[in-house]
């Protein structure tokens, strides 16, 4: 399997929950990965971050969780979940 099917899951996951991205939310969440080359796993911490504190698909604030994920080279969900303590988030 390829890791977009990882993404592609985690999506329809979160589908089946009730949570239902619009078209163009998965296509801007698509872009966010393209953008950054981000791999899977972040795009899908930034996701699932950015539903946890915002309540709904925020784009500028998933953009900046991803975009920090990958500045700061966080190999690690402990690494990423270090760096947003630190920055306040959690």
């Known amino acids: 399997m390829g890791g977009d099917n990882k993404l592609a899951n985690y999506i329809e996951d979160l589908w089946t929950k009730g949570f239902k991205l619009k078209d163009e939310e998965v296509q801007f969440i698509y872009f966010g990965k393209k953008f950054t080359g981000a ?52």
């Open 39 to 90: 791999p899977d796993w972040k795009v899908i911490y930034a996701l699932k971050l950015t539903l946890q504190f915002q309540h709904t698909f925020n784009r500028s604030f998933y953009v900046s969780l991803l975009e920090l994920l990958v500045k700061e080279s966080i190999k690690t969900k402990r690494e990423a979940n270090d760096l947003l303590t630190e920055k306040g988030f959690t």
